[in-house]
């Protein structure tokens, strides 16, 4: 345990921040599953749905998409723009590369 003041308030900052942390990226890690499930299981409607957002039944939006939370981890410094702006190229191919393979 820290003893000075300064590193037991950096401590109550890590395990804050790590809590929120871990939850953005628990978010990110489901969308990103159901993404990869779709595009393995050939389904590009299911992909698209998983990439931009999820919609029940009705039509209404019940889960931010992959995009989605991609952006959100950036506006949370969780990970850096670049980074994002890669992940979201290539998870676009994936889906271009089906799509093609479909046509």
Same mark, same amino acid.
């Given at each position: 345990?820290?003893?000075?003041?300064? #590193?037991? @308030? &950096?401590?109550? =900052?890590?395990?804050?921040? *790590? &809590?929120?942390?871990?939850?953005?990226? +628990?978010? *990110?890690?489901?969308?990103?599953? &159901?993404?990869?499930? #779709?595009? @393995? +299981?050939?389904?590009? $409607? #299911?992909?698209?749905? +998983? *990439? *931009?957002?999820? $919609?029940? @039944?009705?039509?209404?939006?019940?889960?931010?998409?992959? =995009?989605?939370?991609?952006?959100?981890?950036?506006?949370?410094?969780?990970?850096?723009?670049?980074? #994002?702006?890669?992940?979201?190229?290539?998870?676009?191919?994936?889906? @271009?590369?089906?799509?093609?393979?479909? &046509?």
């Amino acid at each position: 345990m820290p003893l000075i003041k300064s #590193a037991k @308030k &950096a401590l109550k =900052q890590n395990k804050r921040n *790590y &809590a929120r942390n871990s939850h953005f990226k +628990a978010l *990110y890690r489901e969308s990103r599953i &159901a993404f990869e499930t #779709a595009i @393995k +299981a050939g389904d590009i $409607k #299911a992909a698209k749905l +998983a *990439y *931009y957002n999820k $919609k029940d @039944k009705d039509g209404k939006n019940v889960k931010s998409g992959l =995009q989605s939370t991609i952006d959100k981890l950036v506006k949370k410094n969780i990970i850096h723009l670049n980074n #994002a702006s890669r992940k979201k190229s290539h998870f676009v191919k994936m889906m @271009k590369v089906l799509d093609t393979k479909k &046509a």
